[in-house]
């Protein structure tokens, strides 16, 4: 059986809020009550001399209106229809009616029922927002004189009495004035509190948000070390995958080593703390609140050194780029010059001299490349390549290196499909193949090269049967100048990582492998 779905809220009037319509409802209680009170009143003195003769079945037939009018406003009030303002005037006008009815069947009740149209006046002008107190108070004025008037005229009222009614008219316009003063002062408070709640709310989700966003974890905890926030970046910071609950949970219940940090941090301290997940600084700000509260800001020094090493690397790669292009025309120079000794050369001696000339050459000329490629890395032009396409490409790599035919032994399926630029994976697969056949034992099935698909992504492998890499040389490997090789440069793996990155692709070395094992993993296309 399902669950009964919410009620559905009540349709709100432009121009007022939920809490005019509570009023009015408040309002509507008191005349029920007071329509009860009448009621009653009717039934107990009907045949006494409190009313005028034959006056009291007049008496009794007003109250029961009031009392069926007042039970029909409760309907309008909760459906909110016809509009506010309506309702209310409908009210007042039933109130000042049937109450001028029954005072005109008794000279002794006129002048108390007189004071409950007062409270009418003063109710309806504190409801409604003081807009139309004055003109209830005019229709109540002109009632109670047309009413004192026909009493005259019948002859059970005195003239003396007009007084008595005018200073209760003037009442009911004084009453209606301070409502009208009272009840715009409090709109004008009303609407600057909702105001300052909405710029309140506004405040609290752009905060909400900020800290949600923040690369730092945040926690706020209370002088007694109980938690009263925890940011999503702070539990996973410090790896707390139980619940967080607010004014509840205890620091030291989620992470023991930070509670024992901040009872010993002063405030503005900062300290680092190691974590499963990495290294932490912690630094902790106080709060101005009599319960020693302080929020406590967690710092991945991972990031933070990342975004150092990224900072290097560009100031590193703009600075290469401007002696790259300052090397090659000697670098030409120097190279053409080799080639003129080695043609004039008359013994082994000058010939051999001239081959490190130019051997040395073609190595810079090399590194100059690679750096200068690094900083066109941006520049990505995708095009699509099929399984016939990677495998003339590694064709022509292979030929190029001077590697056997047999040396590679290729795998892949003939619908993969990606899309990658055509200089960057020529760029990458080459520096993978070379390093492959460099490290490999140079035998028949050293090299191989496999492609499997795993969901939106296609992961190429190279691996050869080499001796593999260290365990303390794999967290180098994608380091800029790092190389085992004293006739590398220490920038073929670290360029092929950020062209990879550049394509939306990921290279990243596979540990378990017999010899050295790189993967690619490529965006598939359809």
């Known amino acids: 059986m399902s669950a009964a779905a919410p009620p559905a809220p009540r349709p709100a009037t432009p121009g007022y809020y939920a809490s005019h319509w509570r009023s009015l409802d408040y309002f509507n209680l008191y005349r029920l009550t007071l329509a009860v009170a009448l009621v009653f009143t009717g039934l107990l003195f009907v045949d006494s001399d409190l009313f005028r003769a034959g006056a ?34 409908a009210h007042i006008t039933t109130d000042i009616v049937l109450i001028v009815l029954m005072m005109s069947t008794s000279e002794r009740l006129a002048g108390g029922m007189g004071l409950l149209l007062a409270i009418s006046i003063a109710s309806g002008g504190l409801v409604g927002s003081g807009r139309l107190a004055l003109l209830y108070a005019a229709m109540a004025s002109i009632a109670v004189l047309l009413q004192h008037s026909f009493s005259l005229l019948g002859g059970s009222a005195r003239h003396d009495s007009f007084f008595q009614t005018g200073l209760l008219s003037a009442g009911y316009f004084a009453i209606g004035w301070l409502a009208h003063a009272l009840t715009q002062r409090a709109l004008h408070s009303e609407t600057l509190a909702q105001r300052q709640a909405d710029e309140l709310a506004l405040l609290n989700r752009i905060n909400a948000l900020a800290i949600e966003s923040s690369p730092d974890g945040l926690l706020a905890v209370q002088g007694d070390g109980i938690v009263r926030h925890a940011s999503p970046r702070a539990l996973t910071l410090l790896g707390v995958s139980q619940a967080v609950t607010p004014g509840v949970t ?53 990031q933070a050194e990342q ?37 004039d050369a008359r013994d082994s001696a000058q010939t051999r001299l001239t081959d490190i000339i130019a051997n040395n050459t073609r190595r810079l000329d090399r590194l100059v490349e690679e750096v200068l490629s690094l900083n066109r890395r941006d520049r990505v032009n995708p095009v699509s390549f099929d399984a016939a396409a990677l495998e003339s490409l590694l064709d022509e790599l292979r030929q190029t290196e ?4 047999d040396a590679v032994i290729v795998s892949m399926p003939t619908s993969l499909h990606v899309q990658f630029d055509p200089d960057h994976l020529r760029q990458i697969m080459w520096n993978l193949l070379r390093n492959a056949w460099r490290f490999s034992r140079k035998q028949a099935g050293s090299i191989r090269v496999g492609a499997q698909t795993a969901g939106d992504t296609v992961q190429l492998e190279i691996e050869d049967d080499g001796p593999g890499v260290s365990a303390e040389h794999r967290g180098k490997l994608f380091e800029p100048f790092f190389t085992t090789d004293a006739q590398g440069t220490g920038l ?10 550049a394509n939306h692709a990921a290279l990243a070395y596979v540990p378990g492998s017999t010899g050295a094992c790189f993967r690619l993993g490529m965006p598939r296309s359809a």
């Open 307 to 343: 975004a150092a090493q990224r900072l290097k690397l560009a100031a590193l790669g703009r600075l290469t780029a401007n002696i790259a292009h300052e090397i090659r025309n000697p670098l030409s120079a120097i190279s053409h010059a080799a080639q003129l000794l080695r043609e």
């Open 56 to 89: 009291g079945e007049l008496f009794q037939a007003s109250a029961y209106a009031y009392l069926l009018l007042a039970a029909l406003f409760v309907l309008g009030i909760r459906a909110r229809w016809p509009g506010f303002q309506i309702q209310l005037t």
């Open 250 to 302: 205890r620091l030291d219940a989620c992470s023991p080593d930070l509670a024992k940090l901040a009872e010993r941090l002063e405030p503005g301290e900062s300290s680092p703390l190691g974590t499963p997940g990495g290294q932490l600084r912690v630094r902790s700000i106080p709060l101005e609140a009599p319960e020693g509260s302080r929020v406590l800001v967690l710092e991945d020094q991972s």
């Open 402 to 405: 001077e590697i056997p035919a």
């Open 492 to 501: 073929g793996l670290f360029l092929a990582r950020e062209l990879a990155e």
